[in-house]
Nanobody
Framework: QERLVESGGDSVLAGGSLRLSCAAS????????MGWFRQAPGEEREWVAY???????RYTASVQGRFTISADRVKASLHLQMNSLKPEDTAIYYC??????????????????WGQGTQVTVAS
């Protein structure tokens, strides 16, 4: 059983920045994919970004150029640097892991473990 714990969520003004973190022991494994998802009130969970164990990253179009996903194997932590935040970025952000292999997907059902989520609120 892998445990994921997010932190770093907060309330900021539009244009501000936040850095989310996810403590993830899975990062010490040889093969993995880690993703960030978000869920706004009344909306379905949405994929935001992922990174695999080779460092390959991918982002959803709405955050491309504003968000950066990174992973620190030594510290076993995943991060999401979020810049130029917009009110539409308001959501609960979740980190998720897939350890059966190192293929990454945008579908939430492909991930094995989830954190409890951290709230990000962006005011206009």
């Amino acid at each position: 059983q892998e445990r994921l714990v997010e932190s770093g969520g907060d309330s900021v003004l539009a244009g501000g920045s936040l850095r989310l973190s996810c403590a993830a022991s899975v990062l010490t494994r040889r093969y993995w994919c880690m993703g960030w998802f978000r869920q706004a009130p009344g909306e379905e969970r949405e994929w935001v970004a992922y990174i695999d164990d080779s460092g390959t990253t991918r982002y959803t179009a709405s955050v491309q150029g504003r968000f950066t996903i990174s992973a620190d194997r030594v510290k076993a932590s995943l991060h999401l640097q979020m810049n130029s935040l917009k009110p539409e970025d308001t959501a609960i952000y979740y980190c998720a892991s897939r350890i059966i292999d190192n293929f990454c997907y945008t579908e939430a059902r492909r991930y094995d473990y989830w954190g409890q989520g951290t709230q990000v609120t962006v005011a206009s």
